[in-house]
């Protein structure tokens, strides 16, 4: 069966993962993930990820959650572009996320990046998710 859309599941195994307080969670890969997970762990919302594989041509990730005194470092995970509708921002309309204490994450022409980083390279794109 295919998937129609990877990142929301990423997401949302994140997400639940959370929610029960686990370790680590599993995740489907694909190079968008990977470049997902990049930019959850420059910014400091996850420890680590980690590829391996399965079997043959079969590989997952396992990404290790982060935790504060008990509490996520994720508050809160939500999709913003799906592939029914997309929603694309220029530089100058990006918003921000609780008045900059949390991230969106986008697919530009320089890759999968932070706002910040896109404000400063100053490039728009495709608003994945926000993070907080």
Request: proline share 4%; charged share 25%; glycine share 6%.
């Amino acid at each position: 069966m295919s998937m129609s859309d990877p990142i929301s599941d990423m997401i949302t195994r994140i997400r639940n993962a959370l929610m029960r307080n686990k370790k680590t969670v599993k995740c489907l890969y694909s190079r968008t993930n990977v470049n997902i997970l990049n930019v959850l762990k420059e910014e400091g919302y996850i420890t680590s990820f980690a590829v391996s594989e399965v079997s043959k041509n079969i590989q997952e990730i396992e990404v290790t959650l982060k935790y504060f005194e008990g509490k996520p470092a994720i508050e809160s995970l939500r999709r913003i572009s799906k592939p029914g509708r997309r929603h694309y921002t220029s530089v100058v309309d990006m918003p921000q996320v609780r008045n900059g204490l949390g991230t969106l994450v986008l697919s530009t022409p320089q890759g999968v990046i932070a706002d910040h980083k896109a404000r400063s390279l100053n490039v728009g794109g495709e608003i994945l998710f926000s993070v907080m």
